[in-house]
């Protein structure tokens, strides 16, 4: 009898066909590495099942906090399905694909969450996306350092599901202030920035 895991990937591989025919499939984490999006449960504890399409998020932040983790196994179709219909149409899965697959995904901080609970109908979360590319040219500036994306999404619930809808970039007072060589990692390593992603 195929385990719930199991059960899951099958069900992720079949979702292949809806919106990423022809893309690869969700890349594999251990079962037990703590999950991506930073909580302290294990990835199949956290965002795992919602990803899987096992359960469906119950607030704007655990649905935030999956698509992030989306993004760290390369889940598009997750990513596809979990975007509010009339804006999914307007949406190329290749083009998030290659988003999601051309950064490493480090560590995600939620700065701030509005409404989005289980007796609302929208929701908002503001959040801070840190990444490193993996496609620089070895010549560029920034070739291998830390970057990061801060955005207001907001989320819409349709049906009893929360959707993510769009988002804006924050303005530049909520963007992480720059780091000096000696300041921890934002990517949570413990080293310094120096020694790290700086």
Known sequence: MATPAAAGGAKIAAQNTEFTRGLPPMKP??????????????????????????????????????????????????????????????????????????????????????????????????????YRKRSQALNSPNHGGLESHAERSYFRKLDSRWYFVDGVDLPSASQPKKLGRNDPCPCGSGKKSKRCCG
Not at 95 to 102: L, Q
């Open 29 to 130: 984490l251990s079962a037990q590495v703590p999950c991506p999006c930073g909580q302290a449960a294990s990835f199949t504890d956290c965002c795992q099942p919602i990803i899987q399409g096992l359960r469906h998020a119950s607030s704007t932040q655990e649905l935030m906090r999956s698509r992030y983790s989306a993004h760290a196994c390369e889940a598009v179709d997750y990513l596809m399905d979990s975007w509010w219909p009339e804006q999914r149409s307007q949406i190329n899965p290749a083009d998030v694909a290659r988003w999601v697959k051309e950064s490493d995904w480090l560590r995600l901080e939620v700065l701030t969450t509005e409404a989005g609970q289980k007796h609302d109908s929208e929701g908002w979360v503001e959040f801070i996306a840190y």
